[in-house]
């Protein structure tokens, strides 16, 4: 009878430490090994434990780290690039507020709220304020007021995938954008004895990059084509000019000739709000 406790110990400690030292192994993308147990693999986080901790304390480890996983039973897993979810982009900010500065630098204050709807896309609203900046046309001899808004969905084709050497994505709101923009500008140019007066619609596309420093700071260049149209007509020492064709257009970040117009613009801003925040009140709607 003794001898057969001890024979199930013996069986019993031999299968225990060959679990022991079965072990995993991770490499990192930065070259560190990691001796584990893995536990489960999901679409962005690897779940383990170190191959001696008795406690088996559980560890996550984004797979955006990871090039390759040993499994102690023979089979390599090489990481491939992992499906994009939102949760890369919860801890990032999800909306922006930005003033040009080529717009104040051609007599115009354009202020632009962004916001991202998802990883992919979101929408800018702009409002601008003409006759207000420090350029050359705030010097001239004519006098220039007025407004304008513009509403935009961006759509983006670059930073939806991290680079080789990144650990993660870019951020929420930065990357390569196209957007379509549908826009209105209504300016008065007046001096001593001729007044002119412009109501117009635009419609077209601005492709531009966004870059988010230290989830902080935003940085938005771009460039446009539109076509335009609307009222416009001037009048001399008060008289109305009936026959006077003004068909061009400055705006601030916009300008154009017979019908055919290009935007041309760098904004600066700073970014707010939590891109998780969004989720959460996304899904308790549903």
């Known amino acids: ?56 304390v559980l560890f996550t480890l984004d797979r955006m780290m990871v090039t390759d996983i040993n499994f102690s039973y023979g089979k390599k897993y090489k990481e491939e690039e992992p499906l994009m979810t939102d949760e890369y982009f919860t801890e990032d900010a999800n909306m922006g507020i930005k003033l040009s500065m080529s717009g104040l ?3 115009s204050a354009i202020v632009s709220f962004d916001k991202a709807i998802n990883p992919s896309s979101g929408y800018q609203i702009s409002a601008k304020i003409f006759g207000i900046g420090f350029g050359p046309g705030s010097n001239n001899s004519e006098d ?7 509403l935009g969905y961006r759509l983006k084709f670059g930073g939806l995938k991290k680079k080789k050497w990144q650990y993660r994505p870019d951020h929420l709101l930065a ?12 300016i008065k140019n007046e001096n001593d004895y001729r007044q002119n007066e412009s109501n117009i619609f635009n419609l077209g596309f601005n492709f ?3 870059r988010v420093v230290q989830n902080q700071l935003l940085i938005d260049y771009y460039a446009g084509f539109h076509f335009f149209g609307g009222s416009q007509k001037r009048s001399v020492n008060g008289i ?24 041309l613009g760098l904004k600066i801003g700073l970014v707010f709000g939590q891109y998780g925040n969004q989720k959460d009140k996304v899904k308790r709607r549903k």
């Open 105 to 107: 630098w051609w007599n």
């Open 175 to 186: 990357g390569s954008y196209i957007m379509p923009v549908l826009g209105f500008n209504s």
């Open 208 to 210: 531009g990059k966004q």
């Open 144 to 150: 220039v007021s007025g407004f304008g808004f513009e």
């Open 240 to 263: 109305f000019d009936e026959v006077y064709e003004y068909n061009t257009i400055s705006a601030g970040d916009f300008f154009g000739a017979k019908n055919i117009a290009v935007s």
């Open 1 to 56: 009878m003794k001898n057969i406790i001890k024979l199930l110990l013996l069986i019993s400690f031999i299968i225990s430490a060959s679990n022991f030292y079965a072990q995993d192994t991770i490499k990192k993308k930065n070259g560190e090994v990691l001796k584990v147990v893995v536990k489960e693999i999901n679409d962005t986080q690897i779940k383990y434990y170190h191959f001696d901790d008795p406690n088996q």
